[in-house]
């Protein structure tokens, strides 16, 4: 009997529930040749030891050494692909200066498929060797350089959902850099729609295209009605922003007389497969619109800092029960990695708890049950994002794919503070949150294969 792709014998950390963490001690993981994990055993169960004498000579077992651990791989449901050729820079300046000054002259750069082919290569890269693996982009305009994402996705082993994004009113956006007119925004995206789906053919992991109005602010309401239709028509994931900001949020209600979920919803872009950015200022209704629709929010905590005018209320949302997961948003947020956003999660809804004013009295300072624990941001980063998404990720758990990340506490250049032997694994699993590094994910696995080796 060697029926089995792979088998992995280790100690796992992966979300229980929203609010509770799961640890496998030393299980074995079989991985079955579709990439998914077919078993799961546990060190007392009678075929622990069966499964061991047969595969642990062989080179598909892979056991961990001492100190590593398997973690879910990380989904990233915001990343403007191309903006990585900027992470770091401008965030001093406000949201429209930033677009106009540094952002869109940028993105007009890849009308050329050779500089997008090397921001492209290099992003897909770096978020993988992050632990990212499941990635909701923006691309840009351009249709060419929108399918090269996909491609580069497909070939690097990720799992990449892919928008050409459309900008279609001449009034929101500049003229070097906008969709040709509304129709020619709608053939492309057509054609980059059937472009992706064949390239999934061939693509163990899977790469999805995605309609992608950029806002509501760059759209004009032939375009957005025209992409609710195509959204329906080849039944793809939607993305865009939703009430990010002040600005964003009463942009909308000055066109139409009504928050940004309901003007999306007419459009017919809030459906189950939705991820809508930010999301700071939904108000109860538009939070029971998403609950409705199956519509998700991609929370982009150190973004929000910046740009959003606020902390969104996560914990209120979550209760109302909407998908939540985690984005970077690179680069309105500088980092690739979703541990520093786990953090920022954490931080803010700590900040939002409590208030930032020291001159009022506390009682009056905070917003009282918004604080999220480290536990419950891992759980956006991972099983939160899989929900989001409607796929098996973000869980180590039978019957959904291997994608995994190893981590190494004890790299000699970089160990982490664990001096005794016998330490809590909870307390070991907090330590990874905060204190992990790059150089600590030693492996990446997407879909039973690896894609990343340090
Ligand atoms: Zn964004």
Request: hydrophobic share 40%.
């Given at each position: 009997m060697n029926k089995y792709m792979q088998l992995f014998q280790g100690t796992a950390f992966t979300s229980k529930t929203p609010t509770e963490i799961q640890i496998l001690k030393d299980y074995l993981f079989c991985i079955n040749t579709d990439g998914m994990i077919e078993k799961i055993v546990a060190p007392e169960d009678s075929e622990y030891q069966t499964l061991l004498d047969i595969y642990q000579d062989k080179d598909n077992?892979?056991?961990?050494?001492?100190?590593?651990?398997?973690?879910?791989?990380?989904?990233?449901?915001?990343?403007?692909?191309?903006?990585?050729?900027?992470?770091?820079?401008?965030?001093?300046?406000?949201?429209?200066?930033?677009?106009?000054?540094?952002?869109?002259?940028?993105?007009?750069?890849?009308s050329n498929l050779d500089f997008a082919k090397r921001v492209?290569?290099?992003?897909?890269?770096?978020?993988?060797?992050?632990?990212?693996?499941?990635a909701l982009y923006f691309a840009t305009v351009h249709k060419e350089a929108s399918i090269l994402l996909?491609?580069?996705?497909?070939?690097k082993g990720q799992r990449g959902l892919v928008g050409k994004v459309v900008m279609d009113d001449p009034e929101g956006?500049?003229?070097?850099?906008?969709?040709?007119?509304?129709?020619?925004?709608?053939?492309?995206?057509?054609?980059f729609i059937i472009a992706v789906k064949e390239l999934a053919k061939s693509t163990k992991q899977g790469v999805y295209p995605v309609v992608t109005p950029r806002f509501i602010p760059s759209c004009t309401d032939d375009g957005l009605a025209g992409l609710g239709k195509l959204a329906a028509k080849y039944d793809t994931y939607v993305q865009s922003h939703c009430s990010e900001s002040d600005w964003a949020h009463s942009y909308v209600q000055d066109r139409y007389d009504k928050n940004d979920a309901f003007a999306l919803n007419d459009f017919g872009l809030l459906r189950d497969k939705s991820v809508m950015a930010h999301c700071n200022f939904l108000d109860d209704q538009d939070v029971d619109l998403f609950a409705e629709t199956g519509t998700a929010i991609?929370?982009?905590?150190?973004?929000?800092?910046?740009?959003?005018?606020?902390v969104i209320p996560v914990a209120h949302f979550h209760s109302k029960g909407v998908d939540i997961g985690l984005g970077s948003d690179i680069s309105g947020g500088f980092s690739p990695s979703l541990f520093d956003?786990?953090?920022?999660?954490?931080?803010?809804?700590?900040?939002?708890?409590?208030?930032?004013?020291?001159?009022?009295?506390?009682?009056?300072?905070?917003?009282?049950?918004?604080?999220?624990?480290?536990?419950?941001?891992?759980?956006?980063?991972?099983?939160?994002?899989?929900e989001s998404l409607s796929l098996p990720i973000g869980r180590i758990q039978e019957n959904y794919v291997w994608d995994v990340q190893i981590i190494d506490t004890q790299l000699s250049s970089a160990k982490l503070p664990i001096f005794d032997e016998k330490e809590d694994l909870h307390?070991?699993?907090?330590?990874?949150?905060?204190?992990?590094?790059?150089?600590?994910?030693?492996?990446?696995?997407?879909q039973g294969e690896k894609v990343h080796t340090r």
């Amino acid at each position: 009997m060697n029926k089995y792709m792979q088998l992995f014998q280790g100690t796992a950390f992966t979300s229980k529930t929203p609010t509770e963490i799961q640890i496998l001690k030393d299980y074995l993981f079989c991985i079955n040749t579709d990439g998914m994990i077919e078993k799961i055993v546990a060190p007392e169960d009678s075929e622990y030891q069966t499964l061991l004498d047969i595969y642990q000579d062989k080179d598909n077992f892979h056991q961990l050494a001492e100190g590593q651990y398997f973690l879910p791989g990380f989904v990233d449901l915001h990343v403007h692909a191309p903006q990585w050729a900027q992470s770091g820079t401008a965030l001093d300046i406000p949201l429209h200066d930033w677009l106009h000054t540094y952002t869109f002259p940028l993105e007009s750069k890849f009308s050329n498929l050779d500089f997008a082919k090397r921001v492209y290569d290099d992003v897909v890269s770096t978020l993988l060797a992050n632990g990212t693996t499941t990635a909701l982009y923006f691309a840009t305009v351009h249709k060419e350089a929108s399918i090269l994402l996909a491609e580069i996705c497909a070939s690097k082993g990720q799992r990449g959902l892919v928008g050409k994004v459309v900008m279609d009113d001449p009034e929101g956006n500049p003229e070097y850099y906008r969709d040709a007119d509304t129709h020619t925004a709608l053939v492309d995206t057509e054609e980059f729609i059937i472009a992706v789906k064949e390239l999934a053919k061939s693509t163990k992991q899977g790469v999805y295209p995605v309609v992608t109005p950029r806002f509501i602010p760059s759209c004009t309401d032939d375009g957005l009605a025209g992409l609710g239709k195509l959204a329906a028509k080849y039944d793809t994931y939607v993305q865009s922003h939703c009430s990010e900001s002040d600005w964003a949020h009463s942009y909308v209600q000055d066109r139409y007389d009504k928050n940004d979920a309901f003007a999306l919803n007419d459009f017919g872009l809030l459906r189950d497969k939705s991820v809508m950015a930010h999301c700071n200022f939904l108000d109860d209704q538009d939070v029971d619109l998403f609950a409705e629709t199956g519509t998700a929010i991609a929370h982009c905590p150190i973004s929000n800092a910046y740009f959003a005018n606020s902390v969104i209320p996560v914990a209120h949302f979550h209760s109302k029960g909407v998908d939540i997961g985690l984005g970077s948003d690179i680069s309105g947020g500088f980092s690739p990695s979703l541990f520093d956003n786990i953090r920022q999660a954490v931080i803010s809804s700590r900040m939002l708890e409590d208030g930032v004013n020291p001159s009022l009295p506390a009682q009056d300072r905070g917003v009282p049950n918004s604080r999220l624990t480290v536990d419950e941001a891992f759980y956006l980063a991972t099983a939160g994002g899989g929900e989001s998404l409607s796929l098996p990720i973000g869980r180590i758990q039978e019957n959904y794919v291997w994608d995994v990340q190893i981590i190494d506490t004890q790299l000699s250049s970089a160990k982490l503070p664990i001096f005794d032997e016998k330490e809590d694994l909870h307390d070991i699993f907090q330590k990874i949150m905060y204190l992990v590094r790059p150089e600590h994910i030693r492996e990446v696995w997407v879909q039973g294969e690896k894609v990343h080796t340090r």
